[in-house]
């Protein structure tokens, strides 16, 4: 496959690279300094813009298999640097953490996909996403043992100094539908977010599976609930402290902002559910089918058979097989919805969750055990196809996408700039 001069998704030695060349470009609008370091002592680059009393913070990269955060990131700096009158409206410094973590990036790039007909299959030769506790927006609980990620101690320390307005985090899953998480309500953006959506073709998660403490604000948004204290709850039960909601004690709003590689029409269908105990039942026995599948093609395979700078793909491929009946019992503890288009976001996510499982193991076996990998590989492969096949997917072209994460930000941030935030 031709490499593109300058990939969709920058690596992480790339994105740096082009916001040094922005700030050649524009030295009195932005700077760049380290904000910290990763597990493996890279740096956490924070990139910012403006020289506003207020102060707004974006974060990109916090999840290694989302790369799009990084591009969304270099358009909207980009912008600032050709229109730093922007800044000077909203009154604000505009901060950019180029990638949270930098190790987990590395460890997925490989993917540069070409417009206009990129490849499922190929997204998922590279797939890497970290297992729950390696995932730096995640804090420990309080009753949990283990110490706070260093990617995780910089963010909170760059909050405590910032004490920003507005915090937004910037997401991107391979398959699904685009949706936007608020710390809080501010009056007129979620329309915004949903207009911003609708112009850009992209369709809108009805019901996310996300957040399942969250308040539903139909369609596409959660609005997170009065009530609420600082745990966030993962669909298989996973507790954690949350970097997103870390910073109300400043009065700081977090907004997530999610927006997919290949969109799916079918989870905005509003149209009523014939028989949701049915349905519910028939995409909790599509994940388990899968998740037997993937291990009895692992067979006796263990930990002991991976080389050890792989083994965060192999810890975290078996933490989403282990995970997968706890999934299915919080599905079916749910009221059942009553649209068609919740029911393909399960459907989705049923079939995403041993797909990112059988990649990752692929990959974390490839090397010492070449015959499982080559059947894993036949699994991920079986696996797109029926994901293509099942659902009407569509690929988002990469400026949609980042279009939908700087509209977002840009239409937000002057709301509550303009509400005195």
């Known amino acids: 496959m031709r490499t593109p001069l300058h990939p969709v998704y920058p ?56 790369p799009v955060g990084g ?54 030769r590279a ?33 405590d100094e910032l004490r920003p307005v507005a915090q937004f985090t910037l997401h991107g899953i391979e398959v699904g539908a685009a949706f936007m998480m608020a710390t809080r309500e501010v009056p007129g953006a979620a329309d915004a977010f949903r207009g911003t959506a609708a112009r850009l073709r992209i369709p809108l998660d009805r019901h996310p599976c996300d957040g399942p403490d969250w308040r539903l604000d139909a369609p596409g948004v959660l609005l997170l609930p009065d009530d609420r204290g600082g745990g966030e709850r993962d669909p298989s039960g996973f507790v954690a402290e949350s970097t997103w909601l870390y910073p109300r004690r400043y009065g700081t709003l977090t907004v997530l902002v999610e927006t997919p590689a290949w969109c799916v029409p079918a989870m905005s269908d509003a149209r009523p559910a014939g028989a949701p105990d049915r ?23 263990t930990a002991a058979d991976v080389p050890d700078d792989l083994m965060p793909l192999y810890d975290a491929a078996r933490e989403l097989v282990e995970v997968a009946p706890s999934i299915v019992r919080s599905w079916a503890a749910e009221e059942p919805s009553a649209h068609q288009g919740h ?78 935030g």
Not at 132 to 143: I, K, M, T, W
Not at 347 to 371: E, F, K, N, Q, W
């Open 11 to 66: 690596a992480v030695d790339e994105l740096e690279r082009r916001a040094r060349a922005l700030v050649a470009a524009a030295p009195r609008v932005l700077r760049l300094r380290p904000a910290g370091e990763s597990r493996s002592g890279h740096p956490l680059w924070l990139l910012s813009a403006g020289h506003g009393d207020r102060q707004i913070l974006t974060v990109a990269g916090a999840h290694a298999n989302e």
């Open 71 to 124: 591009t969304s990131v270099l358009r909207l700096a980009t912008l600032f640097a050709h229109r730093p009158e922007m800044l000077e409206r909203l009154g604000c410094t505009w901060h950019f953490l180029l990638c949270l973590d930098p190790d987990g990036a590395r460890l997925a790039h490989g993917w540069t996909p070409e417009e206009p007909q990129p490849s499922l299959e190929e997204c998922h």
């Open 127 to 159: 797939f890497y996403r970290p297992a729950f506790a390696r995932q730096p927006e995640s804090l420990p609980a309080p009753d949990e043992p283990r110490a706070p990620l260093p990617e995780s101690r910089a963010l909170v320390r760059l909050l």
């Open 279 to 301: 349905e519910i039942a028939r995409v909790g026995d599509v994940l388990l089918g899968h998740t037997r599948e993937l291990a009895e093609a692992l067979g006796d395979r």
């Open 343 to 420: 029911f393909a976001t399960l459907g989705i996510s049923a079939r995403r969750i041993p797909l990112r499982a059988a990649a990752m193991m692929r990959r974390a076996l490839a090397r010492t055990r070449p015959d499982t990998a080559a059947v894993l590989g036949d699994l991920v492969r079986e696996w797109c196809q029926e994901l293509q096949k099942s659902y009407d997917l569509r690929w988002v072209p990469v400026s949609a996408q980042t279009g939908l994460h700087v509209r977002t930000m840009l239409d937000t941030a002057r709301l509550v700039c303009a509400a005195g």
